[in-house]
């Protein structure tokens, strides 16, 4: 298996992971060769399909929408955890997303991430754009089309910012 060296190193920072991650699924959905679907890393078919890390993997590291890939594509293992540590927080799950990274989430944090992810946990899996499931029938419910419920994950993505953002994570 040929590795994706990646075009640029990623950030450390939890915080700036989730932000670029957003920012480049912002560029996805605005590129019409790609269709967001979080149940895919970044696999062409058509339009190439990316989740919220496949979205970094095509606008930040350089994978060409006919390449397909995953985390471990990539040719250090830097950016494969972190990759990964995306994957988790998209889902809310801040203490995996440490895990991922071989990383202990600071020991004054842990009581509020525990409560944040309780806070946040109806929403926590949420496919993509033209999938978007029915994993979490407590939250679907309530959303009427697929934009609707993209823009609410949007803001719950937002507050997870925010959360990590305010305690220096």
Same mark, same amino acid.
């Given at each position: 298996?040929?590795?994706?060296?990646?075009?640029?190193?990623?950030?450390?920072?939890? =915080?700036?992971?989730?932000?670029?991650? @957003?920012?480049?699924?912002?560029?996805?959905?605005?590129?019409?060769? &790609?269709?967001? #679907? *979080?149940?895919? +890393?970044?696999?062409?078919?058509?339009?190439? !399909?990316?989740?919220?890390?496949?979205?970094? @993997?095509?606008?930040?590291?350089?994978?060409?929408?006919?390449?397909?890939?995953?985390?471990? $594509? *990539?040719? #250090?293992?830097?950016?494969?955890?972190?990759? $990964?540590?995306?994957?988790?927080?998209?889902?809310? #799950?801040?203490?995996?997303? &440490?895990?991922?990274?071989?990383?202990?989430?600071?020991?004054?944090?842990?009581?509020?991430?525990? %409560?944040?992810?309780?806070?946040?946990?109806? *929403?926590?899996?949420?496919?993509?754009?033209?999938? +978007?499931?029915? %994993?979490?029938? #407590?939250?679907?419910?309530? @959303? =009427?089309? $697929?934009? =609707? !419920? !993209?823009? %609410? +994950?949007?803001?719950? *993505?937002?507050?997870?910012?925010?959360?990590?953002?305010?305690?220096?994570?």
């Amino acid at each position: 298996m040929t590795r994706i060296t990646p075009k640029q190193k990623l950030p450390d920072k939890m =915080s700036e992971l989730l932000t670029i991650a @957003m920012l480049d699924l912002e560029k996805a959905e605005n590129t019409p060769r &790609y269709t967001i #679907d *979080m149940s895919a +890393w970044h696999e062409p078919n058509g339009h190439c !399909r990316v989740c919220l890390a496949g979205s970094v @993997m095509a606008m930040r590291l350089g994978v060409e929408d006919t390449v397909s890939a995953t985390p471990g $594509s *990539m040719a #250090d293992a830097d950016t494969r955890r972190k990759l $990964s540590a995306i994957n988790s927080l998209r889902c809310g #799950d801040i203490r995996s997303a &440490y895990s991922v990274m071989n990383k202990s989430l600071p020991l004054q944090f842990q009581k509020l991430v525990d %409560e944040k992810n309780n806070l946040l946990a109806p *929403m926590r899996f949420v496919p993509g754009v033209d999938s +978007w499931g029915d %994993e979490n029938t #407590d939250f679907l419910d309530r @959303m =009427s089309d $697929s934009k =609707s !419920r !993209r823009e %609410e +994950w949007k803001l719950y *993505m937002a507050d997870m910012i925010g959360i990590l953002e305010a305690e220096g994570l």
